[in-house]
């Protein structure tokens, strides 16, 4: 009855140390395997614009849900835009045309 009882106990003992091992240390050590593997261009830091000119043209002006806003574009075709699910007003979103 000792022996099963020590064997159980070390079958539990492994089994929470495989589960430890894939739980936490091999996503770890995965995302530094990963980063150190990333692709070059992932290492581009942002860097200041050349042209930070603001363009002037006039876009075109939306309110839906109480909310205005304004988008860059002015060819917008309304007859396309859908607001659904039509039962619940409070839910409703904008299906934009495809």
């Known amino acids: 009855m000792r022996l ?3 064997f159980v106990l070390t079958v ?3 089994l ?4 430890v091992g894939i739980q936490w240390i091999v996503p770890v050590t995965l995302s530094f395997y ?3 593997k990333a692709p070059p261009i992932a290492r581009v ?3 200041d ?16 849900f109480g909310y205005e806003f304004e988008i860059p574009w002015s060819d ?9 699910p039509k ?3 409070n839910k409703t979103r904008v299906d934009p045309p495809r």
């Open 12 to 14: 539990v003992i492994a």
């Open 4 to 6: 099963i009882r020590r």
């Open 76 to 84: 917008l075709d309304e007859t396309q835009t859908k607001l659904y």
């Open 45 to 47: 830091t942002p860097t």
């Open 16 to 19: 929470a140390v495989i589960f």
């Open 87 to 89: 039962d619940q007003p």
């Open 49 to 64: 614009l050349k042209d930070q000119s603001l363009s002037q043209t006039p876009g075109k002006r939306l309110s839906y």
């Open 34 to 36: 990963a980063a150190r």
